[in-house]
């Protein structure tokens, strides 16, 4: 038995063998791509050179279902235990109950495999109670608990293993996971020099995991305060660290790693939106997915291409993305924090009060025009950062990190209220559905008034309205209030300042 992973679920796969008489050959049939076809070889030589013996007969593999497609390199295991079987060098009783998956190198080695976490979901969900898989892989697979994961070195040593010669010790039940300490490099709200607002804006986002786009003109430290966001988001739960371990193990960007700290991607604007959605001819995560739980950063936003933009919209709103290529379809997550940055015009200083804008209004409202309403309409909120003057910018600082501390503490405050109110450590006021904001968001008499009075004068749409309760909610869990006060109304309202226009 093995695994065919498909997006970011999988399907268990039956491999067969039958051997009859004939030229010496192997036929695998099964719906396989090319690295499946020449398994063949590698499978060959690996058994020859584990001193098993290679039957001189006609070999058919069957991978069943058959008109699921398979991909990957790790059924080169289970096919090599298959062909043993079939020459009576096993019995099927030692590899029952047993889910295997391995890429084999011509010595019989095994080699680290792509959807370590996919396999050993499939297998426990399956009901088996074993997954054997490359070494290297089987602290990712451990994560997955209730499963006896057993990590193999080469063919040889499986094969004495399941003759009971060699037993392999079990991997440990739950992997040890070290988390990184931040790097003393790291940017805090006290590298920052000024802007307030802006800081607070941050706090308020990291709490309630709002979208956040900063405005202004170039040098004024938009750049600074996004790399500041991670300083401040909470430590990955234990069901985060598989989902994005998964995630990552399916791009091919880690082996047998297991990542503890949230993602924060920042794309090139020159990225494909292939690279950013992802896809290709093998369906792959993009850059959304590889940002699930954690920050997709897109500093200077217009400059991204229009369709690249236009595409994040239905991510931003459902969390996932389905991706459908002719060779397939896959379902990846995407529950990322937009972090974005832009000026207000090509040459950046556009309402500035010290230097003068030499773009024309034509190009100025081409500029802003790249940004659509309906992508600004799902950013939470929007913070203009204005200049600091220079001789404030090499003042000593003197704070002693007081105020990334505090920022910290309010955060965690936030978080705790946010989890009992909705009894999950990974959901946020950000992911409140509309129709469940009178359940979890109710607001007092006069704050209602106030946003309804605000709203029509601001001609906001609904989603803008909802997305200013939900972020209302989260100034209020900062303060540690149960009520949504007229004041938070007020501090969210503030936050909807849109980017300039001519």
Do not use: W
Request: aromatic fraction near 6%.
């Amino acid at each position: 038995m093995s695994v065919a992973p498909i997006g970011f679920e999988a399907s268990i796969i039956e491999v067969e063998a039958d051997s009859k008489k004939g030229l010496p050959s192997i036929q695998i049939v099964g719906l396989g791509n090319k690295a499946i076809d020449e398994a063949k070889e590698r499978v060959r030589s690996a058994i020859t050179n584990s001193l098993l013996e290679f039957p001189t007969k006609k070999i058919v593999i069957n991978l069943a279902p058959a008109e699921l497609p398979k991909d990957g390199t790790h059924y080169d295991l289970p096919i090599a235990l298959s062909i043993l079987a079939a020459s009576s060098q096993l019995r099927p009783e030692e590899t029952a109950q047993s889910v295997f998956a391995g890429e084999l190198g011509l010595d019989g080695s095994l080699r680290s495999i792509k959807g370590a976490i996919n396999i050993a979901e499939a297998a426990k969900q399956a009901g088996y109670s074993r997954l054997y898989l490359p070494k290297v892989n089987s602290a990712q697979a451990g994560l997955i608990s209730d499963l006896e994961i057993i990590g193999v070195t080469s063919l040889k040593q499986l094969y004495l293993h399941l003759k009971q010669e060699m037993i392999i010790k079990p991997a440990q039940d739950t992997p040890t996971v070290t988390r990184v300490a931040p790097s003393s490099d790291s940017v805090t709200l006290d590298h920052i020099r000024g802007q307030e607002q802006a800081k607070r804006a941050l706090t308020i986002a990291s709490a309630g995991r709002h979208n956040i786009l900063f405005h202004g003109p170039p040098g004024t430290g938009k750049t600074m305060l996004a790399k500041a966001l991670l300083g401040l988001l909470p430590e990955l739960t234990a069901e985060e660290i598989i989902d994005v371990t998964k995630v990552h193990n399916l791009s091919g960007e880690i082996d047998g790693q297991i990542i503890t700290e949230r993602p924060f991607r920042a794309p090139h604007h020159t990225a494909s939106r292939i690279a950013i959605i992802g896809g290709g001819d093998k369906p792959k995560p993009g850059e959304v997915s590889l940002a699930h739980l954690g920050v997709l950063f897109l500093d200077e936003l217009p400059e991204y291409p229009r369709s690249v933009l236009e595409s994040l919209r239905q991510p931003i709103e459902d969390g996932y993305i389905n991706i459908s290529r002719s060779s397939g379809r896959a379902k990846y997550p995407a529950n990322f924090m937009l972090v974005g940055t832009m000026n207000p015009c090509p040459c950046g200083y556009y309402g500035d009060p010290d230097r003068e804008c030499s773009c024309s209004p034509s190009r100025i409202l081409a500029y802003q025009k790249r940004l659509s309403g309906p992508l600004l309409d799902r950013i939470d909120m929007m913070v203009s950062v204005q200049r600091i003057p220079n001789k404030q910018l090499i003042i000593a600082n003197t704070s002693n990190n007081t105020q990334q501390a505090y920022a910290k503490k309010v955060i965690q405050t936030a978080l705790t209220k946010q989890r009992n109110r909705y009894s999950s450590s990974s959901y946020y006021n950000s992911m409140v559905a509309s129709k469940d904001t009178t359940r979890y968001t109710p607001l007092l008499t006069e704050s209602q008034a106030l946003l309804d009075a605000a709203t029509e004068k601001l001609n906001l749409s609904a989603r803008s309205y909802f997305k200013i309760i939900k972020l209302a909610r989260t100034i209020a869990d900062l303060d540690d209030a149960e009520s949504i006060e007229p004041s938070h109304v007020a501090e969210a309202l503030q936050y909807r300042n849109e980017p300039y226009s001519i």
